[in-house]
């Protein structure tokens, strides 16, 4: 909910309070649409025409004809009524005065809730807050005249209600002593107030005002103020630029935790996520500006005059605008920082952070322009299937930057994400190299995984997923940027009209960070280009006048983290769907949950396999349909079965030992929901379709709210029980921008447990674990040798040897016991080695 959501529904909740109260003790509630039906029924109603008295079979009809007419007419308004009910109605700030003083003339005294003093409180610290700032930044200028007068009648109003209210207090805190608070003296508080406070929208669900809007039942908004549209749009622009503000420095914040690291930082693509999802709701709430909106020019004027550091971002837009304009061939020429800003902004340019800041952003917008053509030239040359992939690489502050090319006036978006990056780039510069250097990390490891598909599952590393996976690493490997640059360069000539930069790719191809081999193909796909000499003087002379390329050849990546965090992102949710497809082509894993579950309830293994559990955790409502069984080995084999698409019917079948083995083809006839695949949990399914580019990441972030109230609600009631209400109806609408993304960060943070976790090489462990199991008990398991589901087989022979020694067949126990025993050891010296990679 933004500020101006915030500030309009305490209005609104206040006013309703106020004239619902009123009406309650009797006075009669003049509305806008009350007077505009009279008039209207003023001015069409006609008189019906006289009629002689009707008798027999006509006074009848016409009495039937009347009274379906009453009947049409009854429904007519009752339909108008329910339209209406969801639309508050409006009362004029005089109707709200006659209000107030019928309450003050009252006798006796009025209790009002704790939460509708709060919305008093909140309409006007944020409305004054508003009539403060505009009074500062125009102060001649009378524009908020009817602002201030409304703001006026709120605080009548609360005068009139002096001696008369009584502020109801919390249920959690009400003694006798303290039921009861007079209305003046939380009031008078409230005049006090800072009006810098951040208004509260963002509660402590610990707090007292929590409690108090929880307990207390809030009557349905029914009526809002009728306030002048032009005053409302004026509020609407201030509290869009403080979220705005809010939001962009709440991603400057997650930037420098990520770089100081300890226990609270956000990994990588957690806070490359979070970035997203603050800036794209600065860009939801610039779109409620449509309505309301000025001319573009205007609201440049008005963000050059709201924000300092907005201003030097516009200035360096706009610059690189304009040369872009006069020749579009990279490198753009743009005047070096200080000249431009002396003339613009003569304050400014004194400031040497201002002029690095200037000259940063100018170069990476250059190179931005190279990074929108490489991933063309990789999509071009892939298959359609990596189309999304190549669409959705680049992260939320490089896609809006982007804009900046396209020939519209940059929005308010844009120029926050600009002065996010200057301000991340500016507080890290010592550790921007980090981001990249974790993404090489996993391009390693890649080589290594891939090597590993192709031996293992040959279809799944033909798999689509897998050949968008290998595009991305090779574009993370050879980033096509760094070529462009080059290749740009390298063209220009000396009769170029930037022919004072010739020469200069020869500095440039010792940086590029290829490989000796990609770099010796690569010099036989550009040896048709001239290698021309050249000029130190001349190049010299124009750095004197234009700003040029950054010479560190992956400028992008090792200056914006999120960029490399978006890669990263990517590469990561696509392996872990190559993780689950290969864990369901090889059933072992899953068997092999059920049988650790089963040794360690029967007190045959002690140790804990932490990254099995891990799995277990992860994925306990598809392997144990929810909850680990430990009753018995009956309840155990039973959910086995169950959770691998068994029918119910079926298993009763089956658990009959007279009927064991009675028709197979009944059995395989009954089909479930279930197969016993693991897939990935609701939120993360969410972001995969984000990242494969099937939703926009507006979309994605109200799914995301929905699945969060889900999930809290799940956690109330658990996985069985009766319905309950969730805590709450929406992160997103109900509570602030920050409130919704410290929610959502809670939720990210789960992505790295699962990204940490090795489907593939949990299940060729516990493949290669059965293998030794079902050698060391050979002479138990002798039916079984040479099948492909040894894993399942075991298991269930185990289990069912329990289940026979609990039904008291002979020799049944003996067996079970010596499988169990066989397998614990087995399990117990590979956990003891470390539980890592595959058994010695």
């Known amino acids: 909910m933004s500020r101006y959501e915030w500030i309009k529904s305490q209005t ?19 509305t806008a649409q009350d007077t505009a039906t009279v008039q209207n029924i003023t001015t069409h109603t006609t008189p019906a025409p006289k009629q002689g008295r009707l008798k027999g079979k006509a006074r009848t009809e016409a009495r039937e004809k009347a009274r379906k007419a009453k009947e049409a007419e009854a429904l007519r308004v009752a339909n108008e009524a329910a339209k209406q009910v969801s639309k508050p109605r409006q009362v004029s700030t005089d109707e709200l005065l006659r209000q107030g003083r019928y309450l003050r003339n009252l006798q006796g005294t009025i209790i009002m809730p704790k939460n509708i003093w709060r919305a008093y409180k909140d309409a006007i610290r944020g409305r004054q807050k508003y ?60 005049s006090i107030d800072p009006a810098e406070d951040a208004i509260e929208q963002e509660e402590n669900p610990n707090s007292e005002e929590k409690d108090d809007m929880a307990i207390v039942n809030v009557a349905p908004v029914r009526y809002e103020p009728k306030v002048d549209p032009a005053e409302e749009a004026k509020l609407l622009w201030f509290c869009f630029v403080d979220d705005a503000v809010e939001l962009r420095d709440y991603v400057i914040l997650i930037w420098l935790r990520f770089f100081e690291g300890g226990d609270i930082a956000p990994s990588l693509p957690v806070a490359t996520f979070l970035t997203e999802a603050a800036m794209a ?36 837009i706009m610059s690189a605008r304009a040369a872009m304009n006069e020749d579009t061939t990279y490198p753009i020429s743009v005047p070096l920082s200080l000249p431009r800003l002396l003339k613009l902004s003569p304050q400014m340019a004194v400031d040497p952070i201002v002029i690095e800041k200037d000259t940063f952003l100018i170069q990476y917008l250059m190179d931005l322009s190279l990074e929108r053509n490489g991933s063309v030239k990789v999509e071009r040359e892939s298959s359609d299937g990596v189309s999304s992939l190549i669409n959705n690489k680049l992260d939320i502050i ?120 990609y770099k010796e193909m690569m010099m036989d796909r550009i040896e048709e280009l001239e290698d021309h000499p050249g000029n130190s003087e001349a190049i010299h002379k124009y750095m004197e006048k234009f700003i ?70 992860l994925h306990i409502k598809t392997i144990f349909m929810g909850e680990r069984p430990t009753a018995s080995a009956h309840v155990m084999v039973n959910r086995v079965f169950l959770s691998s698409g068994l029918h119910s019917e079926a298993l009763r079948q089956l658990n009959n030992p007279d009927k064991r083995t009675k028709d197979p083809r009944f059995l395989a006839k009954q089909k479930t929901n279930r197969t016993g695949n693991v897939t990935l949990s609701p939120f993360m399914g969410i972001l995969s379709d984000y990242l494969h580019d099937k939703d926009t990441i507006q979309r994605t972030l109200y799914r995301m709210d929905d699945e969060m109230v889900a999930q809290a609600k799940r956690e109330l009631v658990g996985f069985k029980g ?78 069912r040897r329990f289940v026979d020694a609990d039904q008291g ?24 080695k470390g539980g890592k990679g595959m058994p010695q």
């Open 12 to 30: 609104n909740r206040a006013v309703s309070w106020l004239v619902d109260t009123a009406s309650a003790q009797g006075s009669v509630v003049r």
């Open 131 to 190: 009539v403060e700032k505009f009074a500062a930044e125009e102060p001649e200028h009378q524009g908020n005249a009817g602002h201030v007068y409304f703001l006026d009648i709120l605080r009548q109003i609360v005068s009139m209600l002096e001696g008369r209210i009584l502020v109801q207090a919390s249920a959690s805190t009400a003694t006798s002593k303290n039921q009861d608070r007079d209305f003046t003296n939380l009031f008078s508080q409230l």
């Open 281 to 316: 709701q600065i860009t939801m709430l610039e779109k409620t500006m449509k309505p309301h909106s000025m001319s573009e020019m205007g609201k440049l004027s008005k963000v050059l005059q709201d924000q300092q550091d907005w201003t030097l971002a516009a200035i360096t």
């Open 398 to 517: 490089s896609r809006l930057l982007l804009s900046v090319w396209t020939g519209t006036y940059p929005s308010v978006a844009v120029f926050c994400v600009a002065t996010a990056l200057q301000h991340i780039w500016e507080s890290n510069r010592g550790q921007l190299r980090k981001p990249m250097q974790e993404l090489e990390r996993y391009l390693n490891k890649h080589q290594e995984f891939a090597g590993t598909l192709f031996d293992e599952q040959v279809s799944i590393y033909r798999s689509s997923t897998t050949e968008e996976l290998n595009t991305l690493m090779r574009f993370v490997q050879v980033n096509p940027v760094q070529l462009d640059r080059y290749r740009h360069i390298r063209e220009i000539s000396p009769k170029h009209p930037k022919g004072a930069l010739c020469g200069l790719h020869r500095n440039m191809w010792k940086d590029l960070t290829l490989s000796y081999e």
């Open 548 to 617: 040029i390329p950054n010479p560190d050849p992956n400028f992008l990546r090792s200056s914006n983290p999120a960029l490399c965090g978006k890669l990263l992102l990517n590469a990561q949710m696509r392996r872990e769907e190559i993780n689950l497809n290969f864990v369901n082509m090889n059933q072992d894993l899953h068997a092999m949950c059920h049988m650790y579950n089963a040794l360690r309830q029967f007190g045959y293994l002690d140790e804990p396999w932490h990254a099995l559990e891990t799995y277990i955790d």
């Open 722 to 799: 009766p319905k309950s209400r969730s805590p709450v109806k929406s992160y997103l609408k109900d509570s602030g921008h920050i409130a919704f993304l410290q929610a959502l960060e809670v939720q990210m943070n789960q992505i790295d447990r699962i990204f940490a976790t090795d489907g593939i090489g949990l299940s060729r462990t516990c493949t290669a674990l059965f293998e030794e199991i079902t050698l060391n008990a050979e002479f138990q398991l002798s039916t079984l040798a040479g099948r492909k589901d040894d894993g399942f087989s075991c298991l269930a022979m185990m289990l």
């Open 809 to 832: 067949v002979m020799g049944a126990r003996e067996v079970a016991e010596s499988v169990a025993g066989t397998a614990a050891a087995v399990l117990r010296g590979y956990i003891r």
